[in-house]
């Protein structure tokens, strides 16, 4: 439930980023943003996106999605659109923001484990003939709910719950 909070917070602040951006490019003003703000707050995003990068290998995709705004932010910067151009580094920095939060309650989580090869099943019934319900991404967190033989009964950090076999699963 927190995630989706998180997750509605970000996204609201996305909005009120967005319609900014859009007021000012619809006006053509530039605003008072500078080249310089704008390089000096890429750098700042690019290190905060690896930092996230980092700490969260789990959310590869978004990392992929806050990577791409900052490439789009230095083709406005190269137009010379720096309002533009801080919109897509502050859209990077808040995915990096909610992905290093994330990082932060997770290792913050007693008992966490963290899924051990590239992809691994996310099983209905613990055998190995239960039906998939996700293929999960190597090092996510798992928060352990259970166990029956071999196999553990698991909360994902999205809240999915299912079971993993525990040779899949370590603690760090």
Not at 21 to 45: D, H, K, N, W, Y
Not at 110 to 137: E, I, K, M, S, T
């Amino acid at each position: 439930m927190q995630l989706l909070e998180h997750e509605i917070a970000r996204l609201n602040a996305d909005v009120h980023a967005a319609e900014q951006a859009l007021v000012a490019v619809e006006s053509g003003l530039r605003g008072p943003q500078t080249r310089t703000q704008a390089v000096s707050m890429l750098a700042e995003a690019r290190i905060e996106v690896d930092r996230a990068a980092r700490r969260a290998p789990w959310r590869a995709d978004d990392t992929a999605e806050a990577r791409a705004k900052l490439a789009e932010a230095e083709r406005q910067l190269a137009a010379d659109h720096f309002g533009s151009a801080i919109f897509f580094v502050s859209r990077a920095s808040r995915i990096a923001s909610t992905l290093l939060a994330e990082a932060d309650r997770v290792e913050a989580t007693p008992d966490v484990r963290y899924l051990r090869g590239d992809r691994v099943n996310l099983r209905a019934a613990p055998a190995l003939d239960g039906a998939v319900l996700a293929v999960l991404r190597g090092g996510a967190p798992l928060f352990p709910e259970g166990r029956d033989g071999d196999w553990m009964l698991v909360r994902t950090g999205a809240g999915r719950v299912g079971w993993v076999h525990e040779s899949l699963v370590e603690a760090r």
